[in-house]
């Protein structure tokens, strides 16, 4: 198993947030992590899985065209 365990500093600059975020997301088990004695770890599967969880894909509308006035 070649997993690569993040600290928290390490997600909250991957995500481009503050360390709190991280720390939030692991109080609220929103995000699977290990402890390894005292020290918290994040998998780097777990981080892609949190963003690919969250991503919201744009919505493609159609284009409006001319409209007969009522």
């Not at 919201?56 to 006035?69: D, K, S, T, Y």
């Amino acid at each position: 198993m070649d997993e690569r365990y993040l600290t928290v500093d390490q997600v909250a600059d991957r995500l481009g947030t503050t360390v709190r975020f991280p720390r939030r997301l692991i109080e609220e088990r929103r995000i699977t992590f290990v402890k390894v004695g005292r020290h918290v770890r994040i998998p780097e599967s777990a981080v892609r899985e949190f963003i690919d969880a969250n991503t919201v894909e744009p919505v493609v509308l159609r284009p409006m065209g001319l409209r007969r006035a009522a």
